[in-house]
């Protein structure tokens, strides 16, 4: 006799879309415990749901999010960019070019998220090819991968608030003066970030 999975209380949606957030142990094992989890939404308030999937994506944890889609997680193409899925990303535009305004969680744009893949080829092409917004939460995830030439590309060509404070309170010259990387830090300088 086979059993029923019960549905998965609003507290464990919570609880497996928080760990999407870059903890793959602990999604493994509540995904195992209960699959209904997979696609389940979790409503922070009116306007704003998240899925374990899309909160891997905003926070480039590919590992999470690789994991959920063998699972059989929808791929959106905030996801796809987050992973470097180039070829998808391009074809998803191609089939309708307002896809450059989607959003992921949150409302963060496609660029952010492309971001994360440091994938500078597939950076430019996006922003090209309409996803302009987001470029301060931009610059903040390349801030987080240190990535020098995303870096660079963003401040010449996305005009992003260079003194704008990430979500810890820290601007980009404080993530990058703390981590020592001077690379960053002087183009940062150059581009009139202060002390």
């Not at 535009?93 to 994360?116: F, K, S």
């Not at 404070?165 to 001077?182: A, D, S």
Request: aromatic content about 6%.
């Amino acid at each position: 006799m086979q059993t029923q999975q019960q549905p998965p209380s609003t507290e464990q949606i919570r609880e497996f879309v928080i760990a999407g957030h870059g903890n793959l142990e602990k999604v493994r094992q509540m995904f195992a415990e209960n699959p209904k989890l997979l696609n389940a939404s979790y409503r922070w308030n009116e306007n704003d749901t998240e899925t374990a999937v899309q909160a891997a994506a905003q926070v480039g944890s590919a590992d999470v999010a690789q994991f959920l889609l063998k699972q059989g997680a929808p791929l959106e193409i905030c996801t796809a960019a987050m992973l470097g899925m180039q070829d998808e990303v391009v074809r998803r535009l191609n089939e309708d070019p307002r896809n450059a305004n989607a959003t992921g969680a949150h409302a963060i744009p496609l660029l952010p998220h492309a971001v994360w893949s440091e994938n500078l080829p597939l950076v430019q092409m996006v922003f090209e090819r309409g996803a302009k917004s987001g470029a301060t939460l931009a610059l903040h995830n390349a801030m987080m991968r240190g990535n020098y030439e995303i870096t660079k590309w963003l401040v010449d060509n996305a005009e992003p608030d260079i003194r704008a404070k990430n979500f810890q309170g820290k601007t980009p010259l404080e993530v990058q003066t703390k981590r020592n990387n001077e690379r960053v830090v002087e183009l940062l300088r150059r581009h009139g970030a202060g002390d």
